[in-house]
């Protein structure tokens, strides 16, 4: 018996709680798949964001017009794109590329390349490094890779 009455004080305690709380609110009700509009409500408007400091913000005109070299590494192909990552121009190279491929002030290409047939495959290694002409083709090649050395 004690049980069913303080079962009881804290149904209408709930139930009061709910009342009270939504007193003020206007009342809505939905049934899922329907649309309900409601006309008195105010349109909601998003909060302003704060960007931390450290976030920078894309402004095109502060950005230089510089290309970007981009290499597939351990595949055979490179490429100079714009900002907006067209490509402009592609190197379709004859050997598999290692850790290394810049863009010299000539217009050629240095880099690492992998030889078919290593002596040994761990770290960062190549076994060629060679000069490319923009046409892709070798211009100089300088390959080492037996049992004791690998560039």
Do not use: H
């Amino acid at each position: 018996m004690r049980i069913m009455k303080i079962l009881g004080s804290a149904t209408i305690l709930v139930c009061t709680i709910l009342f009270l709380s939504c007193e003020n609110s206007p009342a809505v009700i939905s049934v899922p798949g329907e649309d309900v509009e409601n006309n008195n409500e105010e349109p909601v408007t998003e909060p302003e964001i704060e960007i931390s400091p450290e976030v920078e913000v894309y402004q095109q005109d502060l950005i230089n017009s510089n290309l970007v070299l981009v290499i597939e590494n351990g595949n055979d192909i490179a490429y100079l794109v714009n900002k907006e990552g067209e490509k402009l121009f592609t190197w379709n190279l004859q050997d598999k590329l290692g850790n290394d491929f810049e863009l010299l002030e000539n217009g050629k290409a240095l880099g690492a390349f992998k030889v078919t047939d290593p002596s040994f495959s761990f770290g960062g290694f190549a076994g060629s490094t060679k000069i490319i002409n923009p046409d892709s083709s070798i211009d100089w090649e300088y390959t080492l890779a037996n049992d004791t050395y690998i560039t």
